[in-house]
């Protein structure tokens, strides 16, 4: 399953890294505050999602701006 997920983000140039799937039982809460720590500093390391925009397009800006309704 994850490495099908991995295989599309190659396909989209974006490191596998940036996926990560372990099973944690709920009693191992220790376990999971340490991976969910390293997966923190891990995205730290890599840096700005790969994915977000650098600056949002005009006409993207423009769509996401409530209009006011027209007095009439």
Do not use: C, Q
Request: no cysteine; hydrophobic share 50%.
């Amino acid at each position: 399953m994850v490495e099908d997920a991995w295989k599309v983000l190659k396909l989209l140039g974006i490191d596998e890294k940036y996926l990560r799937l372990k099973w944690i039982s709920a009693s191992e809460g220790v376990i999971f505050a340490e991976e969910i720590r390293s997966f923190t500093k891990l995205l730290k390391e890599l840096g700005k999602n790969p994915l977000a925009e650098k600056e949002p397009a005009a006409a993207d800006m423009e769509a996401a701006t409530p209009r006011a309704a027209a007095a009439g």
